[in-house]
């Protein structure tokens, strides 16, 4: 399993918000991949997971990704089949950010999680 990198446009809304980790890749302006070497090279393209630790540690946002459960008429919870949603807490300010779309991946979840995270920072 390898981690998830972030897609084009979260990268350059990380990109705009102070994200300047080194990674091994980038995109170039057109939205295709290089390494982070190539002159071409525009936008850090970090893993979903790499973003999201910077997002906690710098920022105090922590994004959750959770599979969606529902409550059966006898009372049980059941896990849902490939739907996922996310949620997003601020440190200290005691906000919480949550959404009613649902995705069909952990990973799709977690990227328009960040993406959502991104945009609450100045």
């Known amino acids: 399993m390898d981690d998830e ?41 970090p893993t979903q997971s790499l973003l999201q630790r910077w997002l906690r540690k710098v920022h105090n946002i922590d994004v959750e990704p959770y599979q969606i459960q529902l409550l059966s008429a006898n009372r049980e919870i059941e896990m849902t089949d490939n739907e996922y949603s996310y949620k997003i807490l601020v440190k200290g300010i005691m906000e919480f950010v949550t959404n ?18 991104l945009n609450l920072l100045n």
């Open 5 to 45: 990198l972030i897609k084009f446009k979260t990268a350059k809304l990380a990109n705009e918000k102070g994200y300047c980790i080194t990674t091994e890749g980038s995109y170039k302006a057109d939205g295709g991949m290089h390494p982070t070497s190539s002159l071409e090279a525009r936008f850090l393209a």
């Open 100 to 117: 009613d779309n649902e995705f069909e991946t952990y990973e799709e979840a977690l990227e328009k999680g960040l993406y959502t995270a």
